[in-house]
């Protein structure tokens, strides 16, 4: 017992003492936190739009200033033809121009039907939607009040987002942070950890010393343990004060539940570790085949229904992927294990699945 | 030419050669020289200061204070022009373990101006002295460690420089084969090749023409094996070295 | 030159003899590629809904009706009262609830309006705007047809003044193919990771292995040494890269609108920038381990801000300011204005240029932090 003391002792010295690594394992999350909260957007905001405009009246500039008046476009320019526009467009500095008819005022007053027509740079086709969209609902808003329009009939919808009413970006990507930030220390970390051994020669040392080799790779595992719980930690503070992301769930399930995915994303890693034969393929199959899957195929940025039906299929083997429904089920819903009890039990079988490859795949190595 | 120091025919040259660490002096102020086309040993306990002496002499690492020239070259200021001149095989023997036998060479060779004709050359001479003529393509990791080592101390040679410093060279092989890598150093002496060996085993102490004995950074004796032993007292270099090692004892 | 020549015949002879890196160094970004084009997208296919309808009436059924009509919701369930909603969503069995209120028919008839709830669980955010629309337009659509055909109550039903006719057209992307949007910038993310991984890692390898002192002894000068340690993967990164485009083109149809040249210019400005930048990292760090750490904690970095996933439009200004300084963001971008919008010389010829300087500095910066010895 007192030797695997001693040994998670030198593992933890280990990793205090590489500065630079456990700084980025600090700063990681937080860092993550920020840019996910403050840049990663999916809305669209000062859109840059032009207008065209042959014969300026009192009506185009009523909708001039009704579009220069909302916050989510910035008119760049306004002229009178549509010569040099194609050229903004192909630059980029043009996202959207709106071309007026001629003497819309006269046409209005005459009750003659008006026709504008709104170029929209589709290259994009999310955003181009999107901004599609807010630009429409602004020209029919304003067509509506100059035009009153009685008579119409109209259903009134009202639209509530639940569990996340203003659509807040840190609020969406955080729980999914979570997950991504504990799937990077713990899975990375170890497979490196062990390959490290292995290379340098020192895990035979350790497999001829007193220590049982289940003990070994316990013994390497537990600072990483700590760590990921720290990183948890962090990411969850850095988010609530920062971005008053909420917590409405269980705090202590919360932990729990990281504490089992921390073990599946070890587990995991002892399992790359064993099919890797140096350090740098460890790196390269646990960074390119393990972070980006998790990114693009956990539901963490790109929602899994939107992925086609083979992928979607794919993606229940990703063990992030039943992580993120349990951690945005806690922080955003308020979910209860009542709720969660399936995506856990999947995780609790993923793991030991995980272990029981790892250490046979360990065995076979070393033994 | 550039600054060679003519009045001078030391193949080596230290004044008052001095590294520190910190608090901790490594080296301190050894001052020696080495004879051209001799062959010159530097024993010392495992952490006497060895090494970090060889590693500022080859340029490896600055010193703390003091002088010394390699080559005629001061290893200071002319640097470029001392690497030009010397080669090198350090303890780890630094091969490309996943080269081949003739890749390795032919790298070694290319990086210090060896013609591509020479090269050809010489890698055939280096491959029979050796006796891996079959073994050219074999990757350096397939080799037995005896023929590692005497393969990177041909490469160490490849290029003809005037001086050779080897940092441990024979360690992990039976004594055969270090006899038989001693031969390779003696044939580079009498070509006129300085050789500044470092090493432990005491043994291949007396195959040097001198030696010099580090204790705990500085140098305790230097001479011939004969010289030093009547210095201290000892009728073999076994007795030399616990004399000197011992604590307490007298420099 | 002689030595920068035999140090690059050493690399490619390591890189090709260690069969794993290979296969994986041209295996992962094809079949990355190949998964991630497929599935990057916000693109919302069924919705799983659930009506309330407190209504029941002809009208109220009519618009059920035009919701299952459509490709976009699948009607799940359809309730009386809302007493299951609040578990439904919270148990991810439908993503929207729409709840029609009683006196929906009389209130459309009556008075020509009529309100209805729509709740939508955001958990997933960027779906929830895009669910939004959709159910909006169909609600749209519904209310302009009972406009024509509902019998109504009011009298002064005046003839209606002249609808506004708002053509929209989308220029560029007209098939309005998602991939082709991303496909670009997967292909440059994916020769990132890939070359900066490579590099970062490379010299802190010879100097754990101990080459790394022996080429310090020999005559050979800091910029032979990186140079010779840039090339080849300068070449091999620039293969990749023409990979991703031949699969980019063969497998998805990517458009090439513009010259594929200044893509090439751009790409190889931009992959010195990169492996330039690997190599900095790799004179600062002692281990692989570190190496690997920091490439990828930059990677990341680069990556999220460099309107990759999310446009750099969105972003806040602060952050539209500091992806300047982001060499992904400007590849990205000519990437995309090439490709997807023939942009020209004039539009992407100062990114371009931008690239080149900076890659030059990063290098000047690897070969300045580089020491043959220690002090």
């Known amino acids: 017992m007192r030797a695997f003391l001693g040994f998670v002792r030198k593992e933890t010295l280990h990793l205090l003492r590489d500065r630079q690594t456990l700084a980025i394992l600090l700063l990681f999350p937080v860092v993550q936190v920020l840019i996910f909260g403050f840049a990663v957007r999916t809305d669209v905001e000062d859109v840059a739009i032009a207008i065209v405009d042959p014969t300026p009246d009192v009506a185009t500039l009523n909708l001039r200033e009704r579009i220069a008046a909302s916050d989510r476009f910035h008119i760049v320019g306004v002229t009178t033809s549509t010569r040099g526009l194609d050229a903004r467009f192909r630059d980029g500095s043009v996202r959207q121009a709106l071309l007026l008819p001629t003497d819309m005022e006269r046409r209005i007053g005459r009750g003659d039907s008006l026709s504008l027509q709104l170029l929209t740079d589709g290259s994009d086709p999310n955003t181009g939607g999107i901004m599609q969209g807010y630009a429409t609902a602004i020209v029919d808003r304003w067509y509506r009040e100059v035009v009153p329009q009685r008579g119409v009939l109209r259903i009134e919808t009202q639209s509530r987002m639940r569990y996340n009413p203003t659509l807040e970006s840190a609020h969406l990507f955080v729980p999914g942070l979570v997950a991504f930030v504990l799937t990077i220390v713990s899975a990375l970390m170890t497979a490196i950890s062990i390959s490290r051994e292995r290379e340098t020669g020192t895990m035979e040392m350790l497999l001829v010393s007193p220590i049982r080799p289940v003990a070994i790779v316990a013994g390497k595992v537990i600072p990483y343990i700590v760590l990921g719980f720290v990183s948890v ?73 939107s992925l086609p039906r083979p992928l979607q299929l794919l993606s229940y083997i990703v063990p992030a992927r039943w992580f993120l429904v349990i951690v945005r089920g806690i922080m955003l819903k308020g979910a209860g294990l009542a709720t969660l009890w399936q995506e856990t039990l999947v995780l609790v079988g993923m793991t030991l699945l995980f272990l029981v490859r790892g250490s046979r795949g360990l065995a076979i190595r070393l033994g | 030419m550039s600054g060679r120091d003519d009045r001078v025919t030391h193949a080596i040259e230290t004044r008052e050669l001095t590294r520190r660490f910190g608090d901790f002096t490594a080296v301190d102020a050894i001052t020696f020289h080495v004879e051209p086309g001799e062959v010159f040993g530097f024993l010392g306990a495992n952490g006497a200061g060895k090494t970090t002496a060889i590693r500022m002499l080859i340029g490896a690492l600055a010193p703390t204070s003091g002088s010394a020239t390699v080559a005629g070259y001061d290893i200071r200021s002319q640097a470029e022009q001392v690497r030009r001149r010397i080669g090198y095989m ?34 055939g001479d280096i491959l029979a002295r050796i006796g891996l003529e079959h073994a050219g393509d074999e990757l350096v990791r397939e080799i037995p460690l005896g023929w590692k080592q005497q393969l990177a101390f041909s490469v160490a040679l490849l290029h003809r420089p005037d001086i050779v410093f080897l940092d441990e060279p024979t360690g992990g092989v039976d004594p055969i084969t270090r006899r038989r890598f001693w031969e390779l150093i003696y044939e580079a002496g009498a070509a006129g090749t300085s050789v500044l060996v470092t090493t432990h085993y005491l043994d291949e102490a007396e195959y040097c023409r001198r030696i010099s004995i580090m204790v705990d950074g500085a140098i305790a004796a230097m001479g011939t094996p004969a010289e030093v032993r009547r210095l201290v007292g000892a009728e073999t270099l076994d007795e030399v070295f616990l004399k000197l090692t011992r604590p307490g004892a007298a420099a | 030159m002689r030595t920068v020549f035999f140090l690059v015949r050493k690399e490619f002879l390591q890189i090709f003899r260690d069969r794993t890196t290979v296969f994986q160094i041209l295996l992962i970004p094809v079949v990355q590629l190949l998964v991630l084009a497929n599935a990057a997208t916000f693109d919302v296919k069924q919705v799983a809904m659930m009506v309330v309808d407190e209504d029941r009436t ?15 919701f699948r009607v799940l369930r359809y ?79 005046t003839a209606r003044v002249a609808p506004l006719d708002l053509r929209t057209q989308r220029w560029f992307n007209p098939t309005r193919n998602y991939k082709h949007w991303m496909v670009p910038a997967l292909m440059v993310s994916l020769t990132t990771i890939i070359g900066l991984l490579l590099t970062a890692q490379n010299i802190t390898r010879e100097n754990e292995l101990g080459t790394l002192e022996q080429l310090n002894v020999t005559p050979m000068t800091k ?77 990341l970095i680069f990556l999220l801000m460099s309107g990759l996933f999310t446009p750099v439009d969105s972003m806040p200004r602060w952050a539209q300011y500091a992806a300047e300084a982001n060499p992904v963001k400007h590849f990205v971008a000519v990437m995309r204005a090439v490709l997807v919008r023939g942009a020209g010389l004039e539009t992407v010829g100062r990114p371009i240029l931008g690239l080149g300087v900076a890659g030059i500095g990063v290098l000047a910066l690897a070969v300045g932090r580089y020491r043959k010895s220690v002090a």
């Open chain 1, 233 to 305: 930690l962090l990411v969850l503070v850095a988010a609530r004060t920062v971005f008053d992301v909420p917590l409405r769930g269980s705090l202590v399930l919360l932990l729990a539940e990281s504490g089992l995915y921390i073990i599946t994303a070890l587990a995991l890693g002892v399992v790359i570790s064993t099919k890797a034969p140096n350090q740098r393929t460890a790196m390269i199959a646990a960074l390119a085949g393990l972070m980006l899957p998790t990114m693009i195929l956990s539901g963490f940025i790109f929602p899994i229904d």
């Open chain 2, 90 to 123: 350090s303890q780890k023997f630094s091969l490309y373990e996943d080269l081949t036998v003739r890749e390795n060479i032919t790298l070694y060779g290319g990086i210090y101006g060896v013609s591509t004709r020479d090269i050809v050359t010489r890698t």
């Open chain 3, 58 to 72: 002809t009208v109220s059924a009519g618009l059920v009706q035009r919701l299952e009509g459509g490709r976009q």
């Open chain 3, 79 to 157: 309730e009386p009262t809302d007493a299951g909603v609040d578990h439904a969503l919270l148990d991810r069995e439908v993503t929207a609830v729409l709840h029609i209120p009683r006196h929906f028919e009389e209130d459309l008839v009556r008075r020509g309006r009529a309100p209805v709830q729509l709740v939508l669980n955001s958990e997933e955010g960027a779906t929830a705007g895009i669910v939004q629309s959709y159910a909006l337009s169909i609600l749209g659509a519904y209310a302009r047809e009972l406009d024509r055909t509902l019998p109504r109550l009011e009298a002064t039903r």
């Open chain 3, 223 to 299: 910029v032979q040494f990186i140079a010779a340690k840039l090339i080849p993967f300068w070449l091999l990164s620039l293969l990749i890269f023409t990979i991703g485009l031949t699969i980019g083109k063969l497998v998805f149809g990517i458009p090439m609108r513009g010259n594929l040249l200044l893509v090439y210019l751009a790409a190889m400005a931009y992959l010195v920038v990169v492996l330039g930048l690997g190599l900095w990292i790799s004179t600062i760090t002692r281990t692989q381990q570190q190496a690997m750490f920091v490439a990828f904690f930059v990677i």
